[in-house]
């Protein structure tokens, strides 16, 4: 399992509705982007930091592990508006506001990246795929997803063995064996992965399928009282920007 | 390397879903049916966009020295075709989105641009039009993916240049820009990959011959429809 689906099956927030979740999570990510950088995107990254750390319990290391995946994208991007091309001032020079441009870019990215890690922390995949259909994705998609979801695991933890399997095999001592084992893995990746469909086919097709994948899925219902909560927290952000933004400009 | 959640501007990050939606909806409506049809191609898709997020979770070495990851968008959008492409693209960002912290839910329209879209179907329009004039199947599938890894990365390049043009030369100060980081450094990573692609489909075809031609990659005699086959199509 990966780390975040495996903090998500732990976390305390796990049997919460994943509306409830989804509000706040995504909802702070939508603020990141849509408010100004500064100080909206600092007070929502603050916000989603505590509800992190606090009451939804992610452990800060493995926060830390996760986020620092975007922050390396971000920070690239970021670098490329600190200069500008073809100017006054040579080919490539200073770009006049760049840090600011720059700063802000960072600030927002990161900010709406702890909202979605908020979210993906607390919501297993497996709560959320099946209860897509009542939100109008098509049935035949969410079972596709389903199917992906749960094979992934299993062909990921394959190539975790084969690849342990050809380094004891001296199969990535030079730059020939490593080619040779990436392509082996890649081709019993894909025999493996239709190997696994056509038995669980024939499993199912035991079993009477007619097409539905049937899973069980915890029961949960919407909490009034925690996405009114969360709607409060989103609107005292906003509002704080709103009173903030002359003063700290 | 995907676009980060919260890297575009709103407005940005609708009109790129808006621009990805009818290539997302015709694959499924395409699924859909299928599926209907073939009740058993389910589990054949979903094993499909399983190989789709496990094959861009490989280590690459790059012919410099360096290491990164293969889209997987061009082995893909051989095997599988673009429309169902598109399906399983969107379905593999967005757990990349929620399982990795790669890529973004915001950017997600963005990101199924360039590499559910855009990277399959000028891969896949490549490997068919050097099949046409009878180039060699391993040197077909060598440019389709090496195309479909660098179209995905120069899409992304536009996308942000789009975003954040540069203040004195604009959109093609800033294409420059993030081309130089985002595009031209992936060159060596998309002949990596397009390399990387011919080994899997030579072992592919002395290992999965049936599943190759069902799926009619290889050319064969006569054989019984199947839900491979139409995924396939």
Same mark, same amino acid.
């Given at each position: 399992m990966l780390p975040i689906d495996a903090a998500a099956h732990s976390? #305390?927030? !796990?049997? !919460?509705?994943?509306?409830?979740?989804?509000?706040?999570?995504?909802? &702070?990510?939508? &603020?990141?982007?849509?408010?100004?950088?500064?100080?909206?995107?600092?007070?929502?990254?603050?916000?989603? &930091?505590?509800?992190?750390?606090?009451?939804?319990?992610?452990?800060?290391? !493995? &926060?830390?592990r996760a986020y620092r995946v975007p922050l390396g994208f971000c920070v690239t991007g970021a670098l490329t508006l600190l200069v500008q091309v073809g100017g006054p001032d040579g080919f490539v020079a200073p770009a006049p506001d760049g840090p600011v441009r720059a700063g802000e870019l960072l600030l927002r990215t990161s900010a709406a990246s702890l909202g979605v890690l908020l979210f993906a922390f607390t919501t297993p995949m497996s709560d959320l795929l099946p209860r897509l259909v009542k939100a109008g994705v098509p049935a035949p998609v969410v079972d596709v997803a389903l199917v992906t979801y749960r094979m992934s695991f299993l062909l990921l933890d394959s190539m975790r063995r084969i690849r342990e399997a050809q380094a004891a095999r001296l199969g990535h001592t030079g730059r020939a064996a490593e080619w040779r084992s990436l392509a082996g893995?890649?081709?019993?990746? *894909?025999?493996?992965?239709?190997?696994?469909?056509?038995?669980?086919?024939?499993?199912?097709?035991? #079993?009477?399928?007619?097409?539905?994948?049937?899973?069980?899925?915890?029961?949960? !219902?919407?909490?009034? #009282? *925690?996405?009114?909560?969360?709607?409060?927290?989103?609107?005292?952000?906003?509002?704080?920007? *709103?009173?903030?933004?002359?003063?700290?400009? | =390397?995907?676009?980060?959640?919260?890297?575009?501007? @709103?407005?940005?990050?609708?009109?790129?879903?808006?621009?990805?939606? $009818?290539?997302?909806?015709?694959?499924?409506?395409?699924?859909?049916?299928?599926?209907?049809?073939? $009740?058993?191609s389910t589990l054949l898709l979903g094993a499909s966009g399983a190989f789709t997020f496990v094959l861009s979770a490989l280590k690459l070495p790059s012919?410099? /020295?360096?290491?990164?990851?293969?889209?997987?968008?061009?082995? /893909?959008?051989i095997l599988f075709r673009p429309p169902i492409m598109a399906v399983l693209g969107t379905i593999t960002l967005l757990f990349q989105a929620l399982l990795l912290a790669h /890529?973004?839910?915001?950017?997600?329209?963005?990101?199924?641009?360039? =590499?559910?879209?855009?990277?399959?179907? +000028?891969? %896949?329009?490549? %490997?068919?039009?050097?099949?046409? %004039?009878?180039? $060699?199947? =391993?040197?077909?599938?060598?440019?389709?993916?090496?195309? +479909?890894?660098?179209?995905? %990365?120069?899409?992304?390049?536009?996308?942000?240049?789009?975003?954040? @043009?540069? @203040?004195?030369? /604009?959109?093609?100060?800033?294409?420059?820009?993030?081309g130089s980081i985002f595009a031209v450094t992936q060159i060596p990573l998309a002949v990596s990959e397009g390399l990387l692609t011919v080994l899997v489909m030579r072992l592919l075809s002395q290992s999965s011959k049936g599943e190759l031609i069902r799926l009619g990659v290889l050319a064969a005699g006569k054989r019984a429809a199947t839900g491979t086959e139409a995924v396939a199509r």
């Open positions: 976390s #305390r927030w !796990r049997h !919460r509705h994943p509306v409830d979740k989804a509000v706040l999570g995504l909802g &702070l990510t939508v &603020l990141a982007i849509s408010l100004p950088p500064w100080p909206g995107a600092a007070l929502v990254l603050a916000t989603a &930091l505590v509800v992190l750390l606090g009451p939804a319990g992610v452990p800060a290391r !493995r &926060l830390w893995l890649g081709a019993t990746a *894909f025999v493996r992965a239709f190997d696994r469909a056509a038995r669980l086919q024939d499993g199912l097709a035991g #079993r009477g399928y007619d097409g539905t994948l049937r899973v069980l899925v915890p029961e949960a !219902r919407v909490s009034a #009282r *925690f996405t009114a909560a969360a709607v409060l927290l989103l609107a005292t952000v906003a509002a704080l920007t *709103f009173v903030l933004e002359r003063p700290l400009s | =390397m995907h676009i980060a959640e919260g890297f575009l501007p @709103p407005a940005h990050a609708i009109a790129w879903g808006v621009a990805s939606a $009818p290539f997302v909806v015709h694959g499924v409506r395409s699924l859909t049916r299928e599926v209907r049809e073939h $009740p058993e012919v410099t /020295g360096s290491c990164s990851h293969p889209t997987g968008t061009g082995l /893909g959008a /890529g973004g839910l915001t950017t997600l329209g963005a990101n199924v641009f360039s =590499m559910a879209i855009v990277g399959p179907w +000028a891969g %896949y329009a490549v %490997y068919r039009l050097l099949r046409r %004039y009878d180039v $060699p199947l =391993m040197v077909a599938v060598f440019f389709g993916a090496f195309v +479909a890894d660098l179209s995905t %990365y120069c899409v992304t390049s536009v996308q942000l240049a789009l975003a954040f @043009p540069d @203040p004195s030369s /604009g959109f093609l100060g800033a294409l420059g820009k993030f």
